[in-house]
């Protein structure tokens, strides 16, 4: 059993800054690469960001310069900085995390997600 806890969401206007966090746990032998995507109501979910266990990191084009991936390997966790957020960043965003179990299999987990509203 694997477990993503995500915090950070919530409802920020327009050019504010919000930081996401989510932490993994359970029955990992190690993380690959964690990071974020999101979907807004009516379209796809996208990647946002991404960070692999030796800190390389690849953003949309859509939040480049204003968000920052960032990882803890000993916690098993990854934080995103957002700023100068836009009313289009607004989305659920899910955290990922590919990694590396017990048995040695390679797997996807997923979170449950974490709403962010920009808006005035």
């Known amino acids: 059993q694997v477990q993503l806890v995500e915090s950070g969401g919530g409802l920020v206007q327009p050019g504010g800054s919000l930081r996401l966090s989510c932490t993994a746990s359970?029955?990992?032998?190690?993380?690959?690469?964690m990071g974020w995507y999101r979907q807004a109501p009516g379209k796809e979910r996208e990647l946002v960001a991404g960070i692999t266990s030796d800190g390389n990191t690849n953003y949309a084009d859509s939040v480049k310069g204003r968000f920052t991936i960032s990882r803890d390997g000993a916690k098993n966790t990854v934080s995103l900085q957002m700023n100068r957020l836009k009313p289009e960043d607004t989305a659920v965003y899910y955290c990922?995390?590919?990694?590396?179990?017990?048995?040695?299999?390679?797997?996807?987990?997923w979170g449950q997600g974490t709403q962010v509203t920009v808006s005035s």
């Open positions: 359970g029955s990992i032998f190690s993380i690959n690469a």
């Open positions: 990922y995390t590919h990694y590396t179990g017990a048995g040695w299999g390679t797997y996807d987990y």
